[in-house]
């Protein structure tokens, strides 16, 4: 029986991409050879290297003013190689802070420079994206986490400033179109939506790379891999080949553009079957900012103990990965890209038929 | 027909292992899900690096005196973080230089403390292990790297000193049983002896660390990895998983005992290829030192001239991967615990028919 994986990530990929990274995991392109053990430098693993920076390029309209990296050690890392590479000690950046991924940002730049802290909504765990704050015009750059997995949240519209960007979109890239010109960097660990985990993508303007004077150990320099396009030392194979899958199937459904309708009509399954039931509730203060991404609802107050009785009902009809944040509670509903509308539908329908028995 | 891969790594795995990493994509354990859409915090995945950390002390002889740890961005990313996290700004660390590995080791650790070269076999293309140098007792540790991928050499005997060890094993790591408590830390890049590419081991003494005053980013900090079991961030869940699977088929092999004869009986075929052929000569100058890894040998000067009829010979007999790195030439085998005697036959069977033909 089909199970509707939920799961905030690593996550649900498409099928067929599963059906194809499984085939070339037993014989690459029929080379006789697996994906994993050909040579990184092989032309056909150049070759596909070559079609996920180009996927990149077009499903997003990279410039040629921007790298399009690959990289390890996830977003985590991103956190403090952005500081060093793009911060010196005596700079500022601003940061916005919407909840744990961010907090762990703003924590790492610290390091390396005058961290100001833009906005925040940690007055109410982070239930909404801040707005109406300013930006002063000389900060180095201005960091954002685009959307928030943990909590729910997601920018609709980025900041309106001068100042360049740069964000982490691991949870929502390749969802939607983006002002890539607006942005200094964009990276994004793969395991949410854009491929399976030990790998990250970054996007850096090259020009705001070279000025600061820190001595930055190589491995950690962005100028290393753009000279040696991501192949300075080997880089994860495999997650790379089943990324640049995913990104084809985005393509084959009709790129970004086409993403933004197929994600509305499922995340509007889900929020509908939240705001219509009688036993749920949102966790999202300011309903503009939901994300069309990870969808978080709780049990009102007087269902609270029907917890442990609604997440064995969803497992009973093959939902998994329901379960929601710690730091939150309750329930998350991740909704990837590669999420079909029927794996939403039943969610919904476990929904209300569990508050059909229990309101 | 069979491909015989002597790519120097990525590289070969078991087959057995390629079928159950296969089979995992399409659905892990059963379970409806793949592998690469599972949480790194789930059960199933949790039991997975537990296995793998398992069979790492098991293989090795680890004791509980050391953390082992599954990271990403490859050897490389240690030639800095031992030093960043073992080595003070005032404190002096030696080094012995085999090559392009050891080289690239010496430059990042050099960011962070002094740095000596206690010996290097620089003077000849690092044609063999240098032997009989001092070592100061006084040495924070002593850095080597334990078989040169490129040159084909390989530390037969580890340097008699009390001075903790560190030392890259990426590329013999499991081919032998080693004398661990003489280690401060090993590190190794999976992908030529352990796995595919994209996850690194690191062995760490817990008590060398903690003791530099630097401020060190939270994901260089080993100590981060200790405390959060190789899962502060989302660890590379695919690579570590095929790692696993590769250590457990070591060890149905009779373990690092058992892969001795079986590497020594591979490297014989090969070898002896070399010392027998009237066109062949070997690279390693010393040949106490040739790795039972990686065997390089050059035509002899009088017929270089069919270096690339060489080549085509092997590829015609589906040998594939035997180019010599480029800073050395002519060709290389490299030949880890999973390469089956028959495809070191099947190659050395062609040198012998070349030779035939040639000389």
New interface residues.
Partial sequence: ???H?F???????PASV??E???A??DFNG????I?????R?KPFVAVLEEAVSLVHELLGVSDDYAVLFL??????Q??MTA?NILNDNETAGYINTGAWST?AI??AK?FGNIVELASSKDTNFSYIPKGYDIPADLKYVHLTSNNTIFGTQFQEFPATDVPLIADMSSDIFSRPLPVDRFGMIYA?A?KNMG????ALAIVRKDILGKVER?I????NYQTHIDKNSS????????IF?SMLTMRWVKEQGGVDAMVPHNEAKAKIIYDAIDNSPIFEGVVTDTVDRSLMNATFVLKEQYAHLQDDFMAAATAA?C??VKGHRSVGGFRASIYNSMPHSSAQALADVMAEFAAKHA
């Fill in positions: 029986m089909k199970v994986n799961s905030a990530g690593p996550a649900i990929l599963m059906a990274a499984a085939e995991v037993r080379s006789g050879l697996s994993l053990e050909i040579s990184h092989s390890t050690g996830g977003a985590s890392s956190f403090y060093m762990k924590k790492e390091n660990g395991q399976p985990a030990g790998v001595t150990p190589t491995m950690l300075f030392n080997t880089p994860p194979v495999f997650p089943v093959n998994s990965g």
